[in-house]
């Protein structure tokens, strides 16, 4: 199911409200290899091995696990939005596989070239719902790209760079 006001989709069902520990993780660049941008083939993931076994101690330690991705490709017409879930929904059954259990996808399908919104990073609109929706007392952000840190950073977190 894909909720309108920000942009999530919820794969796991899970308390909301009840978590102590929330780990948000971008997408591309961390949990996949991201090399021409705007990826979408759900045909062709390549994982990035060393941050599962990275999400995969957090999991360990009890930390609830989502994801917040920039998703502009939706937005220029790229992709449609059902291609995009249909490769969050593979994801998430491979990672599964994994013992990893990814709880929400948040996303911003907006084109920052003709809309103007406050969830797209590095505003931090995906981060403060996910952190309203949870509850966590204690939240980290990992990413790759500077518009990750600043989001975190706009939205009083902890940030890690992978």
């Not at 993780?25 to 599962?52: A, C, Q, S, T």
């Not at 790229?78 to 948040?106: A, P």
């Not at 719902?129 to 939240?139: M, T």
Request: aromatic share 10%; net charge negative; charged share 25%.
């Amino acid at each position: 199911m894909i909720h309108q006001k920000i942009f999530y989709i919820e794969t796991k069902s899970l308390p909301l409200g009840g978590v102590n520990k929330l780990l948000i993780l971008d997408r591309d660049g961390v949990i996949n290899e991201d090399k021409h941008g705007y990826f979408h083939d759900k045909n062709n993931i390549v994982y990035i091995e060393r941050n599962l076994q990275l999400i995969k101690e957090y999991i360990n330690q009890d930390w609830a696990i989502c994801v917040a991705t920039n998703q502009s490709g939706i937005g220029r017409g790229m992709y449609s939005q059902k291609i995009f879930v249909d490769l969050c929904e593979r994801m998430f059954k491979d990672l599964l596989k994994e013992n990893i259990v990814i709880h929400r996808w948040y996303f911003c399908p907006h084109n920052p070239e003709i809309e103007v919104c406050d969830c797209r990073k590095p505003s931090p609109g995906m981060l403060l719902e996910a952190i309203n929706d949870f509850k966590a007392e204690e939240i980290i952000f990992i990413g790759d790209k500077s518009s990750d840190r600043d989001a975190a950073m706009n939205a009083g977190i902890k940030f890690i760079r992978v």
